[in-house]
Protein backbone atom coordinates (compact mmCIF):
# COMPACT_ATOMS: atom_id res chain seq x y z
CA UNK A 1 0.00 0.00 0.00
CA UNK A 2 1.45 3.40 -0.42
CA UNK A 3 -0.82 6.62 0.78
CA UNK A 4 -0.02 9.76 -0.90
CA UNK A 5 -0.47 13.42 0.46
CA UNK A 6 -0.74 16.27 -1.91
CA UNK A 7 -0.17 20.18 -0.35
CA UNK A 8 1.09 23.43 -2.28
CA UNK A 9 -1.78 24.30 -3.82
CA UNK A 10 -3.87 27.85 -3.18
CA UNK A 11 -4.37 30.99 -4.90
CA UNK A 12 -2.26 32.76 -6.80
CA UNK A 13 -2.30 35.66 -9.61
CA UNK A 14 -1.52 35.07 -13.77
CA UNK A 15 1.87 34.69 -14.19
CA UNK A 16 3.13 33.43 -10.86
CA UNK A 17 4.44 30.37 -9.78
CA UNK A 18 3.31 27.65 -6.73
CA UNK A 19 5.29 24.15 -6.09
CA UNK A 20 3.10 21.33 -5.31
CA UNK A 21 4.21 18.60 -3.09
CA UNK A 22 3.20 14.71 -2.59
CA UNK A 23 4.87 13.02 0.09
CA UNK A 24 4.58 9.38 -0.41
CA UNK A 25 4.40 6.56 2.28
CA UNK A 26 4.19 2.89 2.62
CA UNK A 27 6.93 2.43 -0.06
CA UNK A 28 10.01 4.09 -1.64
CA UNK A 29 8.94 5.59 -4.45
CA UNK A 30 12.10 4.64 -6.30
CA UNK A 31 9.85 2.06 -7.00
CA UNK A 32 7.70 3.64 -8.50
CA UNK A 33 6.78 5.91 -11.24
CA UNK A 34 4.62 9.02 -10.11
CA UNK A 35 2.68 11.74 -11.68
CA UNK A 36 0.27 14.72 -11.50
CA UNK A 37 -3.24 14.54 -12.88
CA UNK A 38 -5.83 17.71 -12.99
CA UNK A 39 -9.71 18.67 -12.78
CA UNK A 40 -11.72 21.10 -13.27
CA UNK A 41 -15.13 21.06 -12.39
CA UNK A 42 -17.53 20.19 -14.82
CA UNK A 43 -14.71 18.55 -16.80
CA UNK A 44 -13.10 14.95 -17.45
CA UNK A 45 -9.95 14.57 -15.19
CA UNK A 46 -6.70 15.40 -17.74
CA UNK A 47 -2.96 14.10 -17.30
CA UNK A 48 -0.66 16.39 -15.89
CA UNK A 49 2.98 15.25 -16.20
CA UNK A 50 4.76 12.34 -14.90
CA UNK A 51 8.54 10.63 -14.62
CA UNK A 52 9.59 7.11 -14.73
CA UNK A 53 10.24 4.53 -11.87
CA UNK A 54 14.20 5.53 -12.76
CA UNK A 55 13.65 9.13 -13.01
CA UNK A 56 15.74 9.40 -15.96
CA UNK A 57 11.97 10.07 -18.08
CA UNK A 58 9.57 13.17 -17.67
CA UNK A 59 6.09 13.23 -19.58
CA UNK A 60 4.07 16.32 -19.78
CA UNK A 61 0.64 17.77 -21.40
CA UNK A 62 1.11 19.76 -24.00
CA UNK A 63 -0.61 22.33 -22.06
CA UNK A 64 2.05 22.92 -19.72
CA UNK A 65 5.17 21.87 -21.65
CA UNK A 66 7.89 24.55 -21.17
CA UNK A 67 5.87 25.71 -18.44
CA UNK A 68 5.90 22.77 -15.49
CA UNK A 69 8.36 20.57 -14.21
CA UNK A 70 8.20 16.88 -12.26
CA UNK A 71 10.71 16.00 -9.95
CA UNK A 72 11.56 13.97 -7.54
CA UNK A 73 13.59 13.48 -4.10
CA UNK A 74 14.17 10.02 -3.16
CA UNK A 75 15.71 10.54 -0.22
CA UNK A 76 12.29 12.60 1.17
CA UNK A 77 10.01 9.77 -0.39
CA UNK A 78 8.60 12.91 -2.06
CA UNK A 79 7.42 14.29 -5.74
CA UNK A 80 7.22 17.64 -6.67
CA UNK A 81 5.44 20.09 -9.66
CA UNK A 82 6.73 23.61 -10.16
CA UNK A 83 3.93 24.96 -11.81
CA UNK A 84 5.48 28.65 -13.59
CA UNK A 85 3.69 31.34 -15.44
CA UNK A 86 0.41 30.01 -14.18
CA UNK A 87 -2.90 30.73 -16.25
CA UNK A 88 -6.55 30.84 -15.10
CA UNK A 89 -6.71 27.98 -17.64
CA UNK A 90 -4.55 25.97 -14.59
CA UNK A 91 -7.00 26.21 -12.32
CA UNK A 92 -8.08 22.73 -11.03
CA UNK A 93 -7.75 20.71 -8.34
CA UNK A 94 -4.38 18.45 -8.55
CA UNK A 95 -4.16 15.13 -8.01
CA UNK A 96 -0.72 12.86 -7.23
CA UNK A 97 -0.62 9.47 -8.69
CA UNK A 98 1.58 6.37 -8.43
CA UNK A 99 1.95 2.81 -9.85
CA UNK A 100 4.58 0.50 -11.12
CA UNK A 101 3.98 1.13 -14.53
CA UNK A 102 4.50 4.27 -16.41
CA UNK A 103 1.84 3.87 -18.96
CA UNK A 104 -0.66 3.45 -16.03
CA UNK A 105 0.32 6.72 -14.21
CA UNK A 106 0.14 8.56 -18.01
CA UNK A 107 -2.88 6.98 -19.05
CA UNK A 108 -5.00 7.15 -15.62
CA UNK A 109 -5.30 3.95 -14.55
CA UNK A 110 -2.47 4.56 -11.44
CA UNK A 111 -3.66 2.29 -8.65
CA UNK A 112 -2.69 4.99 -5.87
CA UNK A 113 -4.15 8.13 -5.48
CA UNK A 114 -3.96 11.27 -3.53
CA UNK A 115 -6.51 13.06 -1.91
CA UNK A 116 -6.18 16.33 -4.23
CA UNK A 117 -4.75 20.10 -3.69
CA UNK A 118 -7.05 22.81 -5.20
CA UNK A 119 -4.89 25.80 -7.36
CA UNK A 120 -6.94 28.80 -8.34
CA UNK A 121 -5.03 31.33 -11.04
CA UNK A 122 -6.96 34.95 -11.09
CA UNK A 123 -6.76 36.52 -13.75
Known amino acids: QVQLVASGGGLVQAGGSLRLSCAASGRLISSYAMGWFRQAPGKEREFVAA????????YYADSVKGRFTISRDVAKNTVYLQMNNLKPEDTCVYYC????????????????WGQGTQVTVSS
Open 97 to 112: VVDQLSIRVRTGRADY
Open 51 to 58: ISRSGDST
